[in-house]
């Protein structure tokens, strides 16, 4: 299905981190018929007013980007939080679609559904074959059911409702917070004020073993809007750069992106979460779509972004 540049396209979660990017890439690519709407306007947490906007705007496509996301002490400090408001917005945000006859929704999940321990890289098939990593697995769970709700739509109403599992994402317009950010953009700051205050250390979190995948977020937006031209199936489907780091080599990167020459230090207190998730994301590359933006020139303008709204942040 190819999407008219014209089309009537919903995009949940407009402000955040990967919502923001896909507003953006869409406009860039001429699409020019988006409808967002900021939490204060519509609470996604509420059914019937998610019922009242389909009604009333009928979008006939949906890009769902809106979650509470955070890092691994987000997630592992307010489980009930991650459980009950994913679920509640995605659900409002697919039964919705359904009910107004939405010709197709994407669903965005997250590489942490897959077990803990899975072999690498990790396969779509693997999904429900081993327990999930304890730090996440709330937010996990709500975006397993997510996927499953997408196809339990497809099954008994014949919905062309699709889903996208991202490795992590970063980039402009990241959560920059040190309790509540993912990893990435928490280094950034973290030696951005090493530097500022001539600070002799920075301290990061865990072993600093743990190896990541990091997919820019425009990389990600057009991966999404692809998705949406050229993906019809069940299958929920990954997506990742195809570029492994390890926390430790981050750090490193990091530092001598944003100039900071002190230590790096690293308390083991903190918790590694899982040690590795990799996608195989070799689906999507046949399929033609490749990342675009390397990790280096991701952190660049990732740290550019949090210099512009450093002020604010502070
Ligand atoms: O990005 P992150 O918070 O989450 O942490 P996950 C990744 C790794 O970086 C962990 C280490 O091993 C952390 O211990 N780390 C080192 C730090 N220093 C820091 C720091 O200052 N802040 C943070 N946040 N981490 C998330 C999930 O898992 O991945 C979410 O919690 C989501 O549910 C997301 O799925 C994609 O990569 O471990």
Known sequence: MSIPKNARIYVAGHRGLVGSAIARELRRQGYSNLITHARAELDLLDSQAVNRFYADSKPEFVIDAAAKVGGIHANNTQ??????????????????????????????????????????????????????????????VAKISGIKMCEAYRRQYGCNFISAMPTNIYGPNDNFDLNTSHVLPALIRKFHDAKENNASSVVCWGTGNPLREFLYSEDLARACIFLLDNYDAEQFINVGSGAEISIRELAETIKEIVGFNGRIEWDTSKPDGTPRKFLDSSTMFNMGWRPEIDIKTGIQRAYASLLENYPNDK
């Open 79 to 140: 489980p009930a939080s991650f459980l009950y408001e994913n679920l509640t917005i995605q659900n409002n945000l697919i039964h919705g679609a359904h009910l107004a006859g939405v010709k197709k929704f994407l669903f965005l999940g997250s590489s942490c559904i897959y077990p803990k321990l899975a072999p690498q890289p990790l396969k779509e098939e693997y999904l429900l074959t081993g327990p999930l990593e304890p730090t996440n697995q709330w937010y996990a």
